[in-house]
């Protein structure tokens, strides 16, 4: 495995950061999570905008610029022959010394690594997950925007902990005005009466791509799409759920805190939308051979 490591490919076993990257003494640093479909790079432009809008709100300066990046995200899925896989590409604040202040943290340092990923069983796909309501709550958009990818995912991984307490596959957070913004690592999708709803980035939700590709593939199709705050009686008794994410795609939900949605089985504008997707992933993307 070939992994991009500030400017230079290197073998895994070569690719180490120092002990001294306030990324890791404390997560300072953004990072995206980017599907490979078919020989294309799902969405790069959308990913490396946010990256680089992420790193702006934390002063942190991308040492390359976007164009160049971009290269570098192809040229190691290249090196690793994936015709499909998953990227992440990550920017950590750099070396400084002990203390916190990254204005001893000179220049940034850049890694890309391209591999495979699957989270959930096929099965999850065909009947749909079960998720449960976490006691952690989304962290506050005035303390840390969720809008930020960063490399301090603390609380999410609280919010995991719980999950595996249980039988469920994935965690709804809410919001500590007690309304619903997403799931851990995935937004939440509902359909009420034929419209498909999500809540608002504000409400404390990442603006996920895939969350976006899908909102743009369901009004192609003719379907009413609307951000709105969402409270957990009005998930409870949705005719449809379903959740967002790069490594997820698009995954049915069945039961939300042991309440079956609808039937118990994906319905029918989900499993409409999950075909849409493939299709438009394999079809889209920027050429990794191009
Ligand atoms: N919300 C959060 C908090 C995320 O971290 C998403 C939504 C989905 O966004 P995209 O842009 O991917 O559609 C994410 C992204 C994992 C994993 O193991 C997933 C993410 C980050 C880190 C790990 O599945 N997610």
Redesign the pocket.
């Given at each position: 495995m070939q992994i991009y490591l500030d400017g230079e490919y290197v073998d895994k076993s070569d690719a180490k950061i120092s002990v001294f990257d306030h990324g890791l003494l404390y997560g300072d640093g953004v990072f995206e999570?980017i599907r490979i479909y078919n020989d294309r790079v799902f969405k790069l432009a959308e990913?490396l905008k946010?990256l680089y809008d992420g790193a702006k709100v934390l002063m942190m300066d991308v040492p390359i610029e976007k164009d160049e990046l971009r290269e570098a995200v192809l040229e190691t899925v290249r090196r690793n022959k994936l015709s499909d896989g998953y990227i992440r590409l990550v920017v950590t604040r750099g070396v400084g010394d002990l203390g916190l202040n990254p204005i001893k943290c000179p220049k940034s340092s850049i890694f890309i690594v391209a591999d495979t990923i699957k989270?959930y069983p096929d099965e999850i796909y065909k009947k749909g997950m079960k998720v449960i309501t976490v006691s952690t709550r989304r962290n506050h958009i005035e303390a840390l925007n969720?809008r930020i990818?960063s490399l301090n995912?603390l609380n999410?991984i609280m919010a995991t902990l719980e999950v595996n307490r249980t039988d469920a596959q994935e965690g709804l957070m809410l919001n500590t005005d007690g309304y619903v913004t997403?799931?851990?690592?995935?937004?939440l999708f509902i359909v009420e009466e034929g419209i498909i709803v999500t809540p608002p980035t504000s409400s404390g939700?990442?603006k996920?791509?895939?969350?976006d590709t899908v909102i743009d593939l369901a009004r192609e199709a003719g379907y009413g799409v609307e951000e709105k705050k969402l409270t957990l009686h009005e998930v409870y008794i949705c005719d449809e759920s379903f959740l967002?994410?790069?490594?997820?795609e698009i995954a049915p939900v069945t039961t939300v805190d042991e309440r079956m949605i609808s039937d118990g089985n994906p319905g029918p504008i989900t499993v409409d939308l999950m075909k849409r997707f493939k299709k438009y992933a394999n079809d889209s993307g920027v050429e990794v051979w191009g």
């Open positions: 999570g990913h946010r989270i969720p990818k995912y999410n997403e799931c851990i690592v995935d937004n939700a990442l996920g791509v895939t969350r967002t994410g790069t490594a997820a």
